[in-house]
């Protein structure tokens, strides 16, 4: 089974946030330091400069980043997933918002299990999702 959220498509996501929140491309090239025809050449580009990436995450108000950090949390095997907690370390300086879970995580899942792809169970295995968290998700999309 071909999923096409693991095909990260990251110059189609720029464009889109572009357009999405009204701004011209020669504003956001502007702010890159770049030109236009630059800028439009990053929407067809495989992979990009990570500080671009920050750049355009910072200019558009929209963190490219998760689109990656999304992809290793679904399809990271499973071993890499079951970290011991006695293992991680703690970032004093850093905080991270409590949830990892997207919207758009969240619609793939709850599109595997509506689409009997997946069951409740081989969810919880396959992506270590709390049971009690997968089923507030199922119970908040019903209403």
Known sequence: MKSNFKDIL????????????????AEVARSLETNQDELIGYY????????????LS???????????????ILY?????????????????????????YTFEIINFILEKIENNEMSISEVVNAYNIPKTTLNKWINKNKK
């Open 10 to 25: 990251i110059g189609e996501c720029i464009k889109t946030r572009i357009q999405e929140i009204g701004i011209t491309e």
């Open 44 to 55: 067809t580009a495989q992979d990009m400069d990570v500080d671009v990436l920050l750049k």
């Open 58 to 72: 910072k200019i558009l108000d929209y963190d490219f980043f998760r689109l990656y950090s999304q992809h290793l």
């Open 76 to 100: 990271a095997p499973a071993i890499a997933r079951e970290t011991p907690s006695s293992n991680v370390q703690k970032s004093e300086g850093l905080q991270f918002r409590k949830n990892i």
